[in-house]
């Protein structure tokens, strides 16, 4: 039992559990709070295999900027307790079965594929090529450039659609 | 024992913890009385006076009385939230301290190598927004869980304002990455090392060609940590006090340490990212420079013996002799041979966060507090637009010097 490992099993289960926390709380503030901690678990996730600048990224623009602007929503809106109602009678009935099924399936996956077979090896000891960030950079703006920018403009479009929608009702 | 050997990090970095936890506290502590001192003295009063000599004891006395008080816990109040958000907003505060480093990446201690910092990380910077974009929650629901409407309106004010300060802290500090290369705090601070070509007297730190990146950096950084001018999400005079109105006891207490380890984080960065952190603004040949922390004690050793002599009366002059006897001692050991050049680099270090603490409490007893709508229009309009601006001329500057 090395200290990687045993701390990969602890975020894991933080990140699981509030990941269970967030569908199960009845406050929509503790649900934001609960997919801030599986933020928070997952950056911590992505440290341990090396790449540091993606976990410190994961945390500043989820964890810092989308969810504080979710509880200022909240927090601003004044939401009370949601209400329960009866399950559909799809989710009653074949929800379960399938949650199980595809638990299983994303298990067998990762035990016989060859991408999934590197990734639990991975998962366990942080990888001897840390990804720096000049490489990171290198790629993002030369190899996946078109990529890149075609994703800048489509977060334009909807910024400005977003303004567009705000704008209407105070005319 | 045999984990513990074969991981002798584990221990080096657990005493580094505990020197860092025990040096801040008291920094934390005698930083509300060097504040009240100097705010005080700005305003030609005398500040805390009556507590020990020159008021030294006030610290403490304040601290008994935090503990003494009685402990309220609303009814009405999210209880998990109500006290978890003051952990959460201390010990955030305090684990940013980790990431600086206060000496050269390498120095001998009993001929040891060790770093003076407890954790070198790669995206060291990064890393450090990282940590302090979470304290938002920390003061954001405080806010939401007392359950209050004052302290409801200081965290939805908190939480608009950290976001809009946010992102010109961060772009004002890219201009600085951009010429240093690196987000690894030693590397950013090794690249200010020397002197310019032409002026051959001012040192190459990032202030120089960053000047106006600093300046959107220290006032973004009075706004993210919620100090005066910007001190609205606990504006008294509106809001009554703000996030913190339903808090009481050691849990206040938490919020006003937090508020002070937020701005001793931000002025090591500062320190750091604009004035070359642990660089000595002398040269490197000038050896003698090392005795400069020993001597400097020495003098305010002999300055305050002199004090105690002169004005001081009954038990006041025995608590200012102690002091005195302190300072004369710590300074004695600087001068011995192995320590000397240890403590060269955090002496550069911190007495440049000493200033830039200075700064920030000038400013807090020199100017009015803002009206939200011009905080606002003030972040979004002219200090963004000015640190885009920053940002496109270093970039620009960058390509012409190296093309």
Known sequence: MSIPFIMFFVFALVAVGAAIMLILAREPIHSALSLVLVMVALAALYLMLGAEFISAVQVIVYAGAVMVLFVFVIMLLNAGVEERTNFSHMAKYAGLPLAIFLLFGLAHWMAHSAIGATVANGAGAPSQAAVSTRELSTMLFQKYLFPFEATSILILIAILGALVLAKKGTE | ?403
């Not at chain 2, 690196?182 to 601070?189: A, K, L, R």
């Not at chain 2, 002199?306 to 004695?332: E, F, K």
Request: hydrophobic share 55%; net charge neutral.
């Open chain 2, 1 to 403: 024992m045999e984990f513990v050997a074969q991981h002798p990090i584990l221990v080096v970095s657990l005493v580094k913890i505990v020197v860092l936890l025990f040096v801040l506290m008291t920094a934390l502590a005698y930083l509300s009385w060097f504040e009240r001192k100097v705010i005080a003295h700005i305003q030609s009063r005398w500040g805390p006076y009556y507590v020990g000599a020159h008021g030294l004891l006030q610290p403490l006395a304040d601290g008994v009385k935090f503990l003494f008080k009685e402990d309220l816990t609303l009814p009405a109040a999210d209880k998990v939230l109500y006290i978890l958000s003051p952990f959460l907003a201390l010990s955030l505060a305090m684990t940013t301290l980790a990431l600086i480093p206060f000496g050269p990446a390498t120095v001998y201690i009993f001929g040891q190598p060790t770093q003076l910092v407890v954790a070198n990380v790669d995206v060291g910077l990064l890393f450090l927004f990282a940590i302090t974009s979470i304290g938002v929650y920390g003061v954001a629901l405080a806010g939401w869980s007392s359950n209050s409407k004052y302290s409801l309106l200081g965290g939805l004010r908190s939480s608009a304002q950290m976001i809009s300060y946010e992102v010109s802290l961060t772009l004002s500090v890219v201009g600085v990455l951009l010429l240093a290369g690196s987000f690894n705090f030693n590397e950013i601070i090794e690249h200010q090392q020397g002197y310019f070509q032409y002026l051959p007297f001012i040192p190459r730190w990032n202030v120089f060609p960053q000047i106006v990146g600093f300046m959107c950096y220290f006032i973004s950084a009075i706004a993210e940590t919620n100090r005066a001018p910007f001190d609205l999400p606990e504006g008294e005079t509106e809001l009554v006090g703000g996030f913190h109105t339903e808090y009481s006891s050691f849990k206040f207490a938490m919020f006003f340490m937090a508020e002070y380890g937020n701005m001793i984080t931000v002025s090591c960065l500062a320190t750091i990212l604009f004035f070359g952190g642990w660089l000595s603004p002398l040269p490197d040949s000038w050896t003698w420079q090392q005795y400069l922390p020993g001597v400097g004690l020495l003098l305010s050793a002999l300055y305050l013996a002199y004090d105690t002599v002169r004005n001081m009366r009954g038990i006041g002059r025995i608590q200012l002799a102690v002091v005195t006897l302190l300072a004369g001692g710590i300074g004695l050991l600087c001068l011995l041979p192995g320590v000397a050049p240890v403590v060269l680099g955090p002496f550069w270090f911190l007495g440049k966060v000493f200033f830039i603490i200075f700064f920030y409490v000038w400013t807090r007893s020199t100017l009015p507090r803002m009206r939200y709508d011009q905080l606002m229009s003030f972040g979004w309009k002219l200090l963004l637009p000015v640190s885009l601006l920053n940002l496109v001329a270093t970039a620009l500057w960058i390509v012409v010097r190296h093309p």
